[in-house]
């Protein structure tokens, strides 16, 4: 995102203190770290962290946020910063958009749409022909957005079993399954897919948006950033099912990286830090933009996307979702 | 929409600079925390002049006024601009708004450590309320003003938001 400023990544446990205007992070094996604030634009804590008010006060002053994320790797919550940027004007028009259904339809269709295409460009194109044109026609005619989610759900099952095949047998998903993930390639997709769900938040917490606010998925329920979901939807293939199909591959990911138990899945801890390294070398890769005519990060993209969307709100352009360009 | 007590100094900058970017601002986008150049900006400001006093006029903050009444502005840039003299002008008529007679602006570039002395004069006040309510209309404006030419865009924090697709 647009400063000199990054994202760090707990991946083990430990405490974080407030020195002067520094944090300090003391592991309880190996160094601490201390860690100039305004060097920080956000933080993951991947594994359990103590924090203090004081700590939390000098975050809230440089407007950071810490991303949670469970035990099996899901996103569970995050300490937010005061919302200073959100814009009362801007939140105004983003609620007009979202209510009035002639135009709150198209963009959730669009966006339906960009991550199908997204998942067929990700994963095979020739063999996702069939459900990709099935989605379009069927997302013409649907009445609302709970009928394009089970839209794309189908798209996304057959898109799955694509998957599998390109998968060694121990990483195959059979079908996705959440809360926990059943198998390992789940456990893998759930953890990434947290990833770019709190880097959406913090890409929306930087533009006057509202994150409750949704087109796709229904607007504050169950305290979640609906609005944060909408458009992580396009990105989430472009790291968890890329980075799996890359590291499968490559023979990186290796049985002991996950704890496997008879239902249920997890990342162990140096199948942690293996993962969260890949997925922060992602976001630092570079593409060259066609309109801004510079090299932009895979993490900038989200900011970029998340301006698009105030500038649909504030202006009422149209507004394209993100679609892999290259 | 915003009233004349409530335009301050970065509006009148604005204004000058790209009235596009005014709309933006007054309708509470404000991208340039993350921004390079701003907190260059902010860097020069915290330190050069450092025992300068700030004066807060409400909306308007300015950098010093000193013993003799001059009104102090430090600027990042290298280049001096109609929009830093616009900016001078302003503060010198928010304080005269209040009963302080200035004798004037003096702007400060400390980058190529060039000073620009403005005595003040009697027209100022006129152009300062003229400047005011070009603000007003242009924040009032239903749709915002279209982009100014690219090569004017460059190191502006509202760059991101105007030209991508």
Redesign the interface.
């Known amino acids: ?4 400023a990054r994202t760090y990544w707990l991946t083990t446990s430990c405490r974080i203190r407030r020195k002067d205007q520094s944090l300090l992070i003391e592991r309880d094996h190996g160094e601490h770290v201390r860690i100039p604030i305004t060097d920080v634009r956000d933080l993951i804590a991947c594994k359990p962290v103590d924090v203090n008010t004081s700590v939390i006060s000098l975050l809230n002053q440089h ?1 950071i946020n810490v991303h949670l994320l469970g035990y099996y790797g899901d996103y569970t919550g995050s300490l937010t910063a005061a919302d200073t ?6 939140v105004i028009a983003q609620v007009a958009l979202a209510t009035d259904p002639e135009r709150a339809m198209p963009i959730a269709r669009d966006i339906v749409r960009a991550t199908a295409f997204n998942v067929r460009r990700i994963i095979d194109r020739t063999l996702l022909k069939a459900p990709y044109t099935v989605l379009k026609n069927n997302t013409e005619d649907a009445p609302d957005a709970a009928s394009l989610m089970g839209i794309e759900g189908n798209f996304r099952r057959s898109a799955w079993e694509v998957l599998d095949t390109k998968l060694p047998d121990w990483l195959q998903l059979h079908g996705r399954s959440r809360r926990p993930p059943k198998n390992a390639g789940n456990a893998f997709i759930s953890y990434v897919n947290g990833i770019v769900y709190a880097r959406t938040v913090t890409a929306l917490r ?3 948006l509202h994150t409750g606010i949704a087109f796709l998925h229904s607007t504050m329920e169950r305290q979640r950033h609906s609005l944060a979901l909408d458009m992580a939807e396009m990105f989430k293939p472009m790291f968890s099912e890329r980075l799996l199909l890359r590291m499968a591959s490559r023979n990186q990911l290796k049985p002991h990286h996950f704890d496997v138990d008879s239902n249920q899945a997890m990342l162990s801890d140096t199948g942690r830090k293996l993962v969260v390294a890949a997925v922060r070398d992602e976001f630092a890769t570079t593409v060259n ?1 066609r ?2 005519k510079r090299p932009v990060a895979y993490d900038e993209l989200l ?2 996307e998340a ?2 969307v ?2 649909a709100c ?2 009422g352009d149209t507004y ?1 979702p993100f679609r892999i360009w290259w | 929409m915003i009233s004349e007590q409530d335009v301050g100094g970065v509006h009148i900058k604005y204004l000058y600079h790209c009235p596009r970017q005014l709309w933006l601002f007054a309708r509470g986008f404000r991208p340039e925390a993350t921004s390079a150049t701003v907190q260059l900006g902010e860097a020069v400001h915290d330190t050069s002049y450092r025992r300068a006093h700030p004066v807060d006029l409400g909306s308007a903050r300015l950098d010093d006024l000193d013993g003799n009444l001059w009104v102090h502005e430090t600027k990042s840039s290298s280049r001096p601009s109609p929009a830093d003299e616009a900016q001078a002008i302003h503060y010198c008529y928010r304080l005269r708004l209040v009963g302080v007679d200035t004798q004037g602006a003096i702007l400060r570039y400390p980058k190529t450590r060039r000073t620009q002395r403005m005595p003040y004069e009697p027209d100022w006040d006129e152009r300062a309320r003229t400047d005011i309510a070009n603000v007003r209309t242009t924040v009032a404006q239903p749709l915002s003003p279209p982009r100014p030419a690219r090569t004017r865009c460059r190191g502006c924090s509202y760059f991101d938001y105007c030209w991508s697709q």
Request: net charge neutral; charged share 25%.
């Open positions: 995102m647009p400063t000199a407007h940027a959100t814009s009362g004007e801007t930087l533009t006057p933009h309109e801004l900011y970029l301006l698009k105030t500038r504030l202006e394209k």
